[in-house]
């Protein structure tokens, strides 16, 4: 028997980490080769790492969350024949030995795989808002009591006195219902209820509730969270905002897709607002670029990769739409279904998720009135769709109503100035305003 040690992948060009989010594997389970054992995400990519061996597993590399560098041991089984570890050769000097028996759980198997990492402390009981204990009421009379002797300490472990002080309650005024009159959290939640007085005069709506959940910031919601920091920390951003009229745009859209052909998608308002943007960078270049501000270039494409940022159950994510410049409206709208729906399956690929020059934001139904979208980094730009309204407007004779909403759309005020900033939405404002215009070639 031997030992083979697999080590973290080159999940893609340029990337030199990787975040786990996933073993499907635990400590003591014997793999197929081929069977996935983990998942990595980098980029809001998450991609899976198979087995090359049939083996058992001894370690595992990491625990979720866990960073790890390319090349970095990331799991070892055991093998028949000898292994790509040799005999004395150690990769893994930080790492413990697994026990032979497998782990219960993946949770144990991964702090045995890092017994350097200090076990988090065990949570607190959840406070319940009846004041239940195992199922039985907890007897309201008994919930207050006359103040104990002078000097008399109440028993009570760390999490219940904390949550005590956060509330201004004194213990001793609250009536233990445990071992030597040991005070629990559900002794607490009872003192909440009555009011300290016995009585129940709160429903349970308003029982104070001083519970606080601690959520790890992993995965997509980590990669979600440095790309904000990096846009904040780099970008010098300016939004301006445009009503646009879109009565007419409406008006085709629904003609269109009454008269679509089968197998054609429905259209919705960002295809005809991708086209726009197509035509609008064309007479301004440098909106439709990538700017490396280490290097002090901007990188104009001449290609328009359009991101469309959407919401998944795991968070948000842009995949791409590239080369809108040579889509028509049928096609650009084919696409962002399709995409869309890899994103929110987390089917999408690394290549549909990276790669755009100029990004769309939409809310949707819920788009609201004004936004400040914050730019994609390393782009320049940003469009974001506000909801629509029916609203009256002046035609110079008279109030009609009128199908509008409004762009918020940020740029990067490094590269782009807040002239070009408006000649750019007050173009695709009057191709939106005039949709047949969207239509014609230049």
Request: proline fraction near 7%; charge should be negative.
């Amino acid at each position: 028997m031997g030992e083979h040690v697999i080590k973290m992948p080159d999940v893609g060009e340029g990337v030199a980490e990787a975040e786990l989010v996933e073993w499907l594997v635990d400590v003591g389970a014997n793999v197929r080769e081929d069977e996935v054992l983990a998942s990595v995400m980098t980029d809001k990519a998450t991609v899976e790492i198979p087995s090359p061996v049939e083996g058992k597993v001894l370690w595992q590399g990491g625990a979720i969350g866990d960073v790890l560098a390319v090349g970095s041991p990331l799991i070892k089984l055991e093998v028949e024949g000898p292994g790509n570890v040799k005999p004395g050769e150690d990769l893994t000097a930080s790492k413990a030995e697994a026990p032979s028996e497998p782990a219960p759980s993946k949770a144990p198997a991964k702090q045995e795989a890092k017994p350097e990492r200090k076990p988090e402390p065990s949570p607190a009981p959840k406070p319940k808002a009846n004041g239940a204990a195992n199922g039985h009421a907890a007897p309201i009379a008994a919930a207050t009591g006359a103040p104990r002797a002078e000097g008399e300490k109440p028993l009570a472990a760390p999490a219940v006195r904390q949550r005590a002080r956060e509330a201004g309650i004194d213990l001793r005024r609250v009536h233990g219902t445990g071992p030597a009159g040991r005070i629990s959290h559900q002794d607490l939640d009872a003192y909440f209820e009555t009011g300290g007085n016995g009585v129940a005069s709160r429903g349970a709506a308003y029982v104070r509730n001083t519970k606080i959940d601690d959520v790890p910031v992993r995965g997509l919601r980590r990669k979600i969270a440095e790309q904000m920091e990096a846009a904040n920390e780099r970008i010098v951003p300016i939004t301006y905002v445009d009503e646009v009229d879109v009565t007419a745009l409406e008006d085709l859209r629904r003609e269109l897709n009454e008269s679509r052909k089968e197998g054609r998608p429905k259209l919705t308002i960002l295809p005809f607002l991708m086209r726009a943007m197509v035509k609008a960078v064309a007479e301004q270049p440098h909106i439709n670029a990538i700017y490396d501000d280490a290097a002090g270039v901007v990188h104009q494409h001449g290609g328009v990769h359009i991101g469309v940022a959407a919401q998944t159950p795991n968070g948000l994510m842009v995949p791409v739409a590239r080369h809108c410049e040579a889509r028509d409206i049928w096609d650009c709208a084919s696409e962002v279904a399709r995409l869309s729906e890899a994103a929110k399956s987390g089917k999408a690929s690394r290549d549909e998720l990276s790669g755009s020059t100029i990004t769309i934001t939409s809310l949707g139904a819920m788009g609201g009135i004004v936004t400040t979208p914050v730019i994609n980094h390393p782009e320049v730009a940003i469009v974001g769709v506000n909801k629509m309204q029916v609203l009256p407007r002046w035609d110079g004779q008279e109030f009609r109503p009128r199908k509008v909403m409004n762009l918020s759309s940020s740029f990067d005020h490094r590269v782009v100035d807040g002239w070009d900033a408006a000649v750019f939405v007050q173009k695709i404002k009057a191709l939106l305003e005039s949709p047949a215009m969207i239509f014609i070639e230049d």
